[in-house]
């Protein structure tokens, strides 16, 4: 199957080579972004990725105008979830823009919630650290927040003598977590990753996020935003109320709330993000909301090297069903991680850099340890 | 009390030196900056005139249209003296900045960046004959040509 996959991806890419040297053909340019790690982790989660090199995510993708107001973006990434290579279309999106102002797109995008899963995400190049925080990871390594959606994506802004008002407001499936029986352990962290249903609703209930951001005109560089999504999570076949057995169907009705601030100069680079999670299930009656957020900075000197540091901490609350059924923790745990991050990056060319950095860890669950982390970064 | 000069001839004579030094060097800086870059438009575009401000706007992808029209910036390949030139007096960007922020943008937005061409004269025929075509050339590249209008000379 994987190889499968590998294979349709290098066809895909042979045929978009052949249509860009095509007699006549459309200009537009194939990019992308790669990365090569190297990891050193004290980790006692047998996890392949602790020691070792690592081929970080290959991301490709290519813009297009169509017409003066139609557009297509698509991306592919190819991955290896620790054996063999997978082909995921990361986003494939077909705007039309109105005018200046107004934006209407249709298919999967990026999820608006918060500041770095729009400005970076799979752009690793794109990001100071090495990696993302934690909790923003990607649904498919143990992401907790629905990092991308299938639907109807309207985008305005609005320039003022103050400054820029932007909104965006997406609407489109609602996020699923299937777990198996078969596979999982009653009492054990589950295993099963949020599923954005980019294939179709598995219930009737549509998502909708939000993210409403003013860019002041006096601070340049300056950005706040408040971010949201509303929808309902299908969880099936998970003791997401730790009874003991497993649930056939729980369904959460969830409001992800996030707050955003960023300033970004030529040298200095500062960024924090909160998120609050108030997750409403059919199963379990009563529980606490959780909570994650972070906080970096990072100064660049001579246009090449930036020291940088970022803290990140998450309180998954013990009985939440969503967090238990995302495997963030388990029933009884009221689970705290922080991880604190120092490092350097030397951008040698603006293409390629190099970053190095330490990490200590401090988790409810996993324990505390420290990981060493190089990664050898580039966009093409 | 003012305190009288007592500078020696040939200290005198090296400061002469070196203020004149100073004044060529100023001077060829101030020549090698002084030709005019001139914005233009497609001769049938709906502006009169640009500022730099909505020039920088049009070249990094922020102004997209004029009213139902859609803009075509034009640039050169990478390297290209005027694009420096241009991007370092215009938007107040150099090219690596400059690229990088296209990366970014396309990345997170879509969209596509200016489109690239090699000389003058490629620029000057491009945004004549592209519908929103907008260019930019040294003042003595100008030449006459009825299908682009002048909207903006960046000293």
New interface residues.
């Given amino acids: 199957m994987r190889t499968g996959m590998w294979r349709a991806g290098l066809a895909l890419l042979a045929w978009l080579a052949v249509l860009a040297t095509a007699p006549g053909a459309r200009a ?2 194939l ?1 992308g ?1 790669g990365d090569i790690t190297a990891t050193d982790s004290e980790a006692n989660n047998n996890a392949p990725s602790n020691n070792g090199v690592a081929l970080g995510q290959l991301a490709f ?1 290519l ?3 169509l017409s ?2 139609l ?3 698509a991306e592919y990434v190819i991955e290896s979830p620790g054996e063999g290579f997978v082909v995921d279309l990361e986003r494939l ?1 077909v ?1 039309y ?1 109105f ?2 102002n107004h934006k209407l797109r249709a298919g999967r995008f990026h999820n608006l919630l918060g500041y770095w899963n ?2 970076y ?1 799979h ?1 690793a190049h ?1 990001q100071t650290t090495i990696g993302r925080p934690f909790f923003l990871e990607f649904e498919d390594e143990n992401g907790v927040i629905p990092v991308h959606m299938v639907g109807l994506w309207w985008d305005s802004r609005l320039n003022t003598s103050a400054g820029r008002v932007s909104l965006g407001v997406m609407a489109g499936n609602g996020a699923s977590i299937n777990g198996d029986p078969t596979a999982v352990a009653v009492g054990t962290v589950n295993t099963t990753e949020l599923n954005p249903d980019s294939a179709g609703d598995s219930d009737n209930d549509k998502a909708v996020s939000a993210r409403l951001a003013f860019n002041p005109a006096a601070v340049p560089g300056l950005g706040i935003g408040i971010s949201g999504q509303f929808g309902t999570v299908n969880i099936t076949n998970i003791d997401t109320d730790a009874d003991g057995t497993v649930n056939a169907a729980d369904q959460v009705d969830q409001t992800i709330a996030v707050l955003d601030l960023e300033y970004i100069t ?1 040298a200095l680079e500062v960024l924090g993000e909160y998120y609050a999670w108030m997750n409403d299930s059919s199963q379990v009656a009563s529980f606490d909301d959780s909570s994650a957020y972070y906080v970096q900075a990072g100064y660049q000197f001579a ?1 090449k090297v930036t020291p940088y540091a970022r803290y990140e901490s998450l309180e998954a609350k013990a009985n939440d069903p969503y967090f238990i059924a995302v495997g963030m923790t388990m029933p009884g745990l009221d689970r705290q991680k922080n991880i604190t991050t120092v490092g350097v990056r030397y951008d040698l060319h ?2 390629a850099a190099l970053k190095f950095e330490v990490r200590a860890v401090d988790d409810d669950m996993d324990g505390s340890y420290n990981e060493a982390g190089v990664q050898w970064s580039f ?1 093409f | 009390m003012k305190r009288p000069c007592h500078k020696t001839p040939v200290a005198a004579q090296a400061f002469r030196w070196l203020v004149l030094t100073l004044a060529l060097f100023l001077t060829g800086t101030g020549l090698a900056r002084a030709e005019e870059l001139v914005v233009v438009v497609n001769a049938g575009a709906p502006v009169q005139n640009l500022t730099p401000k909505q020039v920088k706007e049009i070249f990094l992808g ?4 004029w ?4 803009i075509v910036p034009i640039g050169y390949v990478d390297g290209a003296t005027v694009q420096n030139d241009f991007l370092d007096r215009v938007v107040h960007v150099t090219e ?2 400059y ?2 922020y296209w ?2 943008r ?3 937005e ?3 960046p200016p489109r690239k061409v090699g000389t003058a004269a490629e620029v000057l025929a491009t945004v004549g004959r592209t519908s ?1 075509g907008v260019g930019f050339v040294y003042a003595s590249q100008l030449g006459e040509t009825a299908e682009v209008r002048e909207v903006l000379r960046v000293p």
């Fill in positions: 537009f340019e990019n972004f993708y813009a297009e105008q003066d107001h557009d297509v973006l999106q705007g823009a005018n200046n729009l400005a995400h752009g794109l030529d246009h603006y293409r966009s | 922020e102004t997209a249209y009213g139902d029209v859609k690596n900045v690229k990088t990366i970014k396309i990345f997170r879509g969209g596509t929103g």
